[in-house]
Antibody
Framework: EVQLLESGGGLVQPGGSLRVSCAAS????????MSWVRQAPGKGLEWVST????????YYADSVKGRFTISRDNSKNTLYLQMNNLRAEDTAVYHC??????????WGQGSLVTVSS | QSALTQPRSVSGSPGQSVTISCTGT?????????VSWYQQHPGKAPKVMIY???KRPSGVPDRFSGSKSGNTASLTISGLQAEDEAGYYC???????????FGGGTKLTVL
């Protein structure tokens, strides 16, 4: 059974940094691209970033490019999102998702990141 | 404002059918056959219900169907059941540099 468990969310001041993690199990982690998708309170879903299975290719939404960095440790079956220079509009639940071709096939329940002074 | 446009809410009685629309552009919905639909119950993780416009993952009831015409995709749920009450989000591949766009979500109420 595929399981994705996010952690590391919390309250951070504008301009601050935070790293969220996603522990994966139930599949061969290194064989799949992984993504982060966020959901602001009461709002829709927004794709944030994707990383290839090997970690060699990364992709970002324009809204986070230059501030966020996606990475993975295949030896630990863990996905990361390092978020720097955070803004109020980054407040959201951050979901990790297992990609299967052009599908966000499995999702975690998410980790809440709140950017506020 | 989300990239794809969905109605904020739809409703139907048990046993009826409802259709949720998802309107994009020729750069996303109209340009690729990579539209997917996700169901999300409050406080839960999203779950894929339809992918590649009209394909159903194993385990998803055949009451759920998808289609596309031009720049608009649609999700139809027939034989509504109480457990179908949830939020529904469409998603489309949009190629580089945008990659993925989502709709704002539609809340389905089963009356």
């Amino acid at each position: 059974e595929v399981q994705l468990l996010e952690s590391g969310g919390g309250l951070v001041q504008p301009g601050g940094s935070l790293r969220v993690s996603c522990a994966a199990s139930g599949f061969t982690f290194s064989s799949y691209a992984m993504s982060w998708v966020r959901q602001a309170p009461g709002k829709g879903l927004e794709w944030v970033s994707t990383i290839s299975g090997s970690g060699g290719n990364t992709y970002y939404a324009d809204s986070v490019k230059g501030r966020f960095t996606i990475s993975r440790d295949n030896s630990k079956n863990t996905l990361y999102l390092q978020m720097n220079n955070l803004r109020a509009e980054d407040t959201a639940v951050y979901h990790c998702a297992k990609r299967e071709d052009k599908i966000f096939a499995y999702w975690g329940q998410g980790s809440l990141v709140t950017v506020s002074s | 404002q989300s990239a794809l446009t969905q109605p904020r809410s739809v409703s139907g009685s048990p046993g009826q059918s409802v259709t949720i629309s998802c309107t994009g552009t020729s750069s996303d919905v109209g340009g690729y056959n990579y539209v997917s639909w996700y169901q999300q119950h409050p406080g839960k993780a999203p779950k894929v219900m339809i992918y590649d416009v009209s394909k159903r993952p194993s385990g998803v009831p055949d009451r759920f169907s998808g289609s596309k015409s031009g720049n608009t995709a649609s999700l139809t749920i027939s034989g509504l059941q109480a457990e179908d009450e949830a939020g529904y989000y469409c998603c489309s591949y949009a190629g580089s540099p945008t990659f993925w766009v989502f709709g704002g979500g539609t809340k389905l109420t089963v009356l």
